[in-house]
Each structure stands twice: as structure tokens, then as C-alpha cells.
């Protein structure tokens, strides 16, 4: 028995010496295989600027990196949703069934974005959301998804205190969106502003895409002290300039998206006074914001805007929950988790750490367009450090409130 034991050994430890040399090696061959990036964005239609953006900033950050993350070359494949849920579906369906992509990216509208949520979990796919920023996933959450771009009302919270604390507004109508984005960007909005004291005295909703605004204008009472509005990409652009043309004198108090730098230049004179609250600015001081902007207008001609940064650092946290599971996209949920675990101390924005639900804690800057020699820029004129999507409630307080959606809360003066 002795010898026969003995006969074997030399084999033994001839299969357990290449057992060492083998297995890194096909780790290295598991990771230098092609990552394939399926990226939902809106590439036409009256959102299309908005999703140039989030390319823009998604294409710079993978040529600054050699076009690699995690240790793999990357492959991006991109699918058109044209701000519609069901376009979004059909592409989505496509990226992952025929396409074979290992982690989806995108899209921008909150509409897409819940649309793809039950898609998401069924494939069991990780997706990375840097701009869409619907609530309600929150409240119901993905193991698949996480936010690293912000959540609908985390900076209408803070535009809310600030309307009434700072700029001492005690009464205010609302006007936005009739969707998910719309409500939970003004809910969110109306909930501190009402918490703080002040009178919410008329909500109006318009369709997503509407470019005459007289009737909703018409509508607006004209004894309020501001009106607070939310709107994005080409139905901003009317928004505003029709505001103008009407001959409305009340100040507007908007969401962020409203002048972003995407729609900005169009918007023109039409933005100047207004003040806004959101997580990016590309008048921001600071190394890191002064370098991305300078490099971001070198590479594209433009200096970015929230949806450029988004794109950018979207893509940074998908990099280093890759790097940290060595490229390796096989288990999503661990990918996700990685994701969550990662921070982003130098972003263009500030620092950025995920919560336990998936969504970003940040610095929000309070903005106000000025007129730079006839270029109308997003002025930060105070900032909010560390806001948490909760606001000053605890995640406990908060979600055993009612979810913000058309009617909730309820406007306290209308």
C-alpha cells in the first residue's frame, strides 16, 4: 500500500502544479474577453440632446481609460428609446436577447427607466442608472439596479427649504410633467416647501411633449410669489421662452434639468434670473470639475452639463464595481453590490458615496442663470453639502410617508 501510494505522488503533484498555472490564466483570458455595454438612451426626438450628453460623457471617460474597465476592452452597443417606454422595452429586449450585452447603462427619462425595471429582473442583468432617477425604486428596489446619477425629488427637497427659508417665498404654484419625473421632482418640492410653512395654491400638469404652453399659462394665478416648474430638453426650451412672450412676471423657480447646459444656449434670455437646484454645475470650482470641463470641451466642443457628468461618472462607478470584482460580470447581483460599496471622492459634481438603496448622497447647489457677455451660465450660488435622498427624515420617516405621485401631498392653499 505504501509504495502504490508512492507511485502516485509524482502525479499528483504534476496535475496540482498545473492546476496553479492554469487557473490564473483563465482568469486572465475570463477578463480580457470583450465587456459588452448596452446603453439605453434617447438618440432622437425632442429628448435627443439630453442623451448626446449622457454619450458624451460615457465616450469620454472610456477614451480617457483606453477603452477599458475592469481589465476588459469594452464594446459599446447603443439602443434608441426615443423617450418612449414601449421603443425602450423593444431595444432593451434586443440589447440583451440578441445583442448578448453583460450590463446595461441608461436611459435618461424616469418613464423608461420604471418601464424597465420588471425587464431588468426577470433577465437578472445588472443595469447602472446615471441619469434616470425615479423614486419609487426607492420604496421597491432592485437587486440590479442602482442610481448613480441622483433620485426625482433629492434636489427639489433642497430647492423647497431654500424657496422658502432664503428667497422667503410663502406662496407658489407648480407646473410640470404629467408623468413619474414631473410629479416626484414637484412633489418633492412642494412636501418641504409646504413642511417649511408655505401654501402650494396651484399644481398644473402638461403632456410630456407639449410645444404650446398658452393654455397651462393661462392657468397660473398670477398672485403667487414664484412658480416652481420642472421640465427638460426641447418642451424647457418652449417653456420658458413662452413664459417670456406672455408676459408673466413671477419669478421662476425650476428642477435643475430645466436650464441645463444641453438646452441652455436655446433657452437664451428666456433663463436668466431663474434659480435652480441641482447636484452639477460646470461653473463649480475645483480641480476636478475645471479639468473634466476643459477635457469635455476639448473632446466635443461644448463644456458639459448635468447629463455629461452623469454619463461620466456613471461610467467611473461601473469601472471600479468592476475592477474590484476583477471584470468579472457573471454574478450581476454582486456587481451591483460592488458598485454600491465603491465612492467617488474627486467626481466633477464633489464626492459621491451610495446609500443601503441604491442612490447616490451628494452635494445639491442652489443655481442662478446670469447673463457671462451674452452666454447665460448656471451660477452656484450656494451650496447643500451631503443631501441624502431622505432629506432630514430618516429612511424610516420617509417611507412610512405616502410616495409622491400626482396628488400626493395634497397642495395645502389650492
Known sequence: MRSYRHRWLPLVAAVALAVSIFAPMRGAVAQSKTLKIGVLLPLSGPFEALGAYTREGLELYLKEHHNMMGGRPVQV?????????????????????????????????????????????????????PIVCDDELTR????????????????????????????????????????????????????????????????????????????????????????????????????????????????????????????????????????????YSPQLPGTANRGFVARYKKAFGHIPGYYGEGGYVGAEFLDKGLTALHGDTSDPIALIKAIRAATVNDAPRGPIKIDDYGAPIQNVYIRKVKDDNGTPVNDVIRTYSNVSEFWTWTPQQYLARPAYNRGSPPCNGC
Request: glycine share 8%.
Open 77 to 129: 452597443i447603443y439602443g434608441d428609446d426615443t423617450n418612449n417606454p414601449a421603443v425602450g422595452l423593444t431595444q432593451l429586449r434586443k440589447l440583451v436577447e440578441q445583442d448578448h450585452v453583460d450590463v446595461l447603462f441608461g436611459p435618461v427619462a424616469a418613464n423608461v427607466g420604471a418601464a424597465s425595471v420588471p425587464f431588468v429582473n426577470q433577465n437578472k442583468i445588472a443595469m447602472i442608472w
Open 140 to 279: 421597491h428596489p432592485s437587486e440590479y439596479i442602482i442610481r448613480t446619477g441622483w433620485v426625482c425629488s433629492q434636489t427639489t427637497h433642497v430647492l423647497g427649504d431654500y424657496a422658502y427659508k432664503t428667497l422667503g417665498y410663502r406662496k407658489v404654484a407648480t407646473i410640470g410633467y404629467d408623468f413619474n419625473f414631473g410629479w416626484q421632482s414637484i412633489q418633492g418640492f412642494a412636501d418641504v416647501f409646504m413642511t417649511d410653512g408655505g401654501k402650494i395654491t396651484k399644481e398644473i400638469w402638461t403632456p410630456i411633449v407639449t410645444t404650446d404652453f398658452s393654455p397651462y399659462l393661462s392657468a397660473i394665478p398670477r398672485d403667487v410669489d414664484a412658480v416652481m416648474c420642472s421640465f427638460s430638453g426641447n418642451p424647457a426650451i418652449n417653456f420658458m421662452k413662452q413664459y417670456r412672450q406672455f408676459g408673466l412676471k413671477m419669478p421662476l423657480i425650476c428642477q435643475g434639468n430645466a436650464t441645463d447646459e444641453s438646452t441652455l444656449a436655446a433657452e437664451g434670455q428666456a433663463a436668466v434670473g431663474i434659480v435652480t437646484a441641482l447636484q
